[in-house]
């Protein structure tokens, strides 16, 4: 299928559909190809010169056995002996001996003879030439594909339309083809396959959830599928049960816990090397809070932990101090937010703060809980009065400070109450002090 134009299906995760029957309407005509290197056969419809393909089969080949080019079927057969003897259904001859058929029988006419081992190898080189089949596979190219369909064998690796199937295995009781029509009483009765058109449907044999698409298992699908009023996680076509991640369906992202979406989930979610807020089940890119999880509260910005982040965040009234994203919770300190520097007492603001408080090698003046940078005062913190010029305090202040007490003598930017004399200021005026309060000033004249 090299240097064809293709046409391919989405569906709206924007997986590539790969069964497009009743999606790309009817064909004629189809083509059938046969990778002997993926063991992975397309079938193609085409319509003028554009190539849709719309089914895909896993297969086992005969490896150098099989022969490659282009061929032509000529015939068609309900039951064949093949080489053995043993026995195959739904035979289309492609060239000489070489035939689809199903995986082979040791009776004839009797679908409960599978051999079991030989189908567990499905999707490997292992026939003696012809190309085998599940019977529901061979059964649907029997049926959909009339003599002289175009059929070309090649070994090639890189790209293909559609990807190989999973193989299936059956335990060794299962003698019989749970993809044959013929045999699906058989699976009723042991309850082992339930075989629906679309979604999801227990199998018995291994205890898994699978996923159907026209009737076929959908090993492609990975998105979320709804069953029995709960959405579940599939993955390969089948529900993880362990998957404790974030899934995409229908333009939203959701939490799913356990391979099953929780609507409670109120937390945050790991996918793709990030950590997404979820609200009521579904990821909130409007988000811009505070999210708690793992005995921590982190800082949240359009949706997604911001581990960079160094700011204030809002939560439950308050303001929070974040570093690195986190709430650190034994901060006390100044944080910047909104063009101003806010007093921090246990990560949290107190915004009733009226004192110092210090950043960066420097000590600030706090007036509701924000640094007042144009204040100019004495200001009372840890039993000493400090002097205070454009809101911080100045450690080489030397000189006179009023407060509503008086005025002091300040030297090194702490009112000296132990300063008993005189002091010249700048202004001309002599200063007379006693225990650091200025008692009377003279005019030097």
């Known amino acids: 299928m090299y240097g064809k134009v293709l046409k391919l299906y989405y569906d709206n995760q924007g997986n590539i559909i790969e069964d497009t029957l009743g999606i790309a309407g009817d064909f004629s005509e189809y083509e059938i190809y046969v990778n002997k290197s993926k063991d992975l056969i397309t079938v193609y419809g085409r319509d003028n010169n554009v190539y849709v393909?719309?089914?895909?089969?896993?297969?086992?080949?005969?490896?150098?056995?099989?022969?490659?080019?282009?061929?032509y079927t000529p015939a068609k057969y309900r039951w064949q002996t093949l080489m053995g003897p043993s026995y195959g259904q739904w035979c289309t001859r492609i060239h000489g001996g070489v035939l689809f058929h199903s995986v082979f029988y040791n009776s004839k006419n009797n679908p409960q003879t599978l051999s079991v081992s030989a189908y567990n190898k499905l999707g490997t080189t292992c026939s003696h030439g012809c190309i085998r089949l599940t019977a529901g596979d061979a059964k649907w190219i029997y049926d959909n594909c009339k003599i002289g369909t175009k059929v070309v064998i090649y070994s090639k690796g890189g790209y293909e339309p559609f990807s190989k199937p999973s193989s299936y295995k059956l335990p060794l009781w299962h003698t019989w083809d749970p993809t044959d029509p013929t045999s699906y009483y058989l699976c009723q009765q042991r309850g082992c396959h339930s075989i629906i058109a679309d979604g999801?449907?227990?199998?018995?044999?291994d205890n898994q959830w699978r996923y159907y698409q026209s009737g076929v298992f959908a090993d492609w699908f990975t998105s979320l599928a709804q069953y029995n009023g709960q959405w579940w996680y599939v993955k390969n076509g089948v529900i993880d049960f362990n998957a404790n991640t974030l899934a995409y369906y229908n333009n939203n992202w959701w939490y799913v816990r356990n391979g099953r979406v929780d609507f409670n989930a109120?937390?945050?979610?790991?996918?793709?090397?990030?950590?997404?807020?979820?609200?009521?089940?579904?990821?909130?890119?409007?988000?811009?809070?505070?999210?708690?999880?793992?005995?921590?509260?982190?800082?949240?910005?359009?949706?997604?932990?911001?581990?960079?982040?160094?700011?204030?965040?809002?939560?439950?009234?308050?303001w929070w101090y974040v570093r690195?994203?986190?709430v650190d919770f034994n901060a006390n300190t100044?944080?910047?937010?909104?063009?101003?520097?806010?007093?921090?007492?246990?990560?949290r603001v107190d915004f009733n703060a009226n004192t110092?408080?210090?950043?960066?090698?420097?000590?600030?003046?706090?007036?509701?809980?924000c640094v007042d940078f144009n204040v100019n005062t004495l200001v009372y913190y840890n039993n000493n009065w400090w002097y205070v010029i454009n809101g911080h305090v100045?450690?080489?202040?030397?000189?006179?400070?009023?407060?509503?007490?008086?005025?002091?003598?300040?030297?090194?930017?702490?009112?000296?109450?132990?300063y008993n004399g005189t002091f010249d200021g700048l202004d001309g005026k002599i200063y007379y002090i006693k225990n650091g309060l200025v008692y009377q000033i003279d005019e030097v004249e």
């Open 334 to 347: 100044l944080g910047y937010y909104n063009n101003n520097w806010w007093y921090v007492r246990n990560g």
């Open 200 to 205: 999801l449907a227990y199998d018995a044999t």
């Open 324 to 326: 690195n994203g986190r």
């Open 394 to 418: 100045d450690f080489t202040a030397n000189t006179i400070a009023k407060n509503e007490k008086g005025l002091w003598y300040v030297n090194n930017g702490v009112v000296d109450f132990g």
């Open 53 to 71: 393909p719309v089914k895909r089969f896993i297969c086992s080949d005969g490896g150098n056995n099989t022969p490659e080019g282009i061929f």
């Open 356 to 369: 110092l408080g210090y950043y960066n090698n420097n000590w600030w003046y706090v007036k509701n809980g």
């Open 266 to 318: 109120n937390t945050l979610g790991y996918y793709n090397n990030n950590w997404w807020y979820v609200r009521n089940g579904r990821v909130d890119f409007s988000a811009n809070t505070l999210g708690y999880y793992n005995n921590s509260w982190w800082y949240v910005r359009n949706g997604c932990v911001d581990f960079n982040a160094n700011t204030l965040g809002y939560y439950n009234n308050n």
